[in-house]
């Protein structure tokens, strides 16, 4: 463990010279930059993070809520080391890594077969937004409805079809021309009053009986870290059921502990159709899956030869023995109990924020909160000043007003208590 020091000159020299050289040979869409962001990772340990320059960080983010397990963590040294030195790529969905069976059980188990909902199968993929896409397919397959309802706000990816079900019109609008009209979206519920309303709302949708899948987040998570009241998972099970559509979760990000659970949808008992998995699922691989009640996954047709729905890297060796490894991790019962230990620790430290001026909400669950400031952007302007404070912090919420803490299991209790004196500096100072 090592507390950040508080950094004069961020980014450093080295980084400000990467950031130039970047500009040049990166398409110029992609990394952020600007004379004061970013800093560029040269290693990381726990969650701690050092730049080219040698600053050293405390990572509140888990980056993208990935390493949830922390940095440097001896099962995926293990997992990374050992698998690369005996197979280091397959022939997925032709002659598979032997890994995959095994994950592919496994991630049935944990899912449909704990929940007590018969067989699960499961499709693998790379990033997160290949899972959405693989849950929209098959909902379609299963259904024969072509359309989709989704969320206000809802981040599942940025690919052609995860982006038509993403509820951020930025993302969508640029690309307008090339997306197809096959989503609905309704508003995602803050309190009991907009659930209420919901209900009718999303039944006039469904009535109409052209949707097949119902797909939603737990907690909205790049949206803004809203936890939704209790009984929102009922409600789309119920809805779902009734009007004869599937229920997706994508939980990509809740998932594996983020919220203190094995999976968010847990919290209220929900079991869905199609559930959809990445970032910590691995805690360093771009490896994801959609796991699916068998019933529902049966709706594909056995592969002739040909797969309709692969990629190069599907199962790849490497990432299936990090996700083995991270499965695990999580599954020690000590483990899952420092979770809930930490999940109070950052209450502790964030509800304090609450009585800030430029503070309108103060939210979250497990190791997934969410700062609301008053200002829109003002969440972005953290993320830098936060550099120089040490923090590594994320802005979330479709207008920049949400500060995003998704830390991992690695933080000690000093290093809390260290971040959240600097969040209390640095949002006062806004
Ligand atoms: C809930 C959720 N779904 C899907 C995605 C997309 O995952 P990826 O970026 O790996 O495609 C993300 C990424 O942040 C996410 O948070």
Redesign the pocket.
Known sequence: MVLPKLVTEVPGKKSRELARRLRACESRNVTFVTPDFPVFWERADGGNVWDVDGNCFLDLTSA??VATAGFGAEHKKRAFAGQSAVLEHGMGDVHPAALKVELCERLAALTFGRWGAGAGKVALGN????A?ETALKTALMMTGKRRALAFEGA?????FG?LTVNGWDFFKSPFRAQLADFADFVPFPRSAAELEKLEPLMARILSRGETGVILA?PIL??GGEVVPPDGFLRLLRRLADRHGALLAL?E???GFFRTGRWFACEHEQVVPDLV?L??ALTGAF?L?ACVGRAAVMDAWPESAGEALHTSTFLGHPVGCALALAALEFWADADRQGRVAELAAAWRAVLEPLRSLPAVADVRGRGLLWGVELKQPNAAGALMISGLQRGLILLSAGRDGRVLSLAPGVALTMEEIAFAGGELQRLVMNT
């Open positions: 993208f809520g990033s997160g937004f290949e959405v981040y599942h990816g940025l690919g995860s987040e998570g790049r994508d990509i990000y809740t959809c990445g970032k771009p994801s």
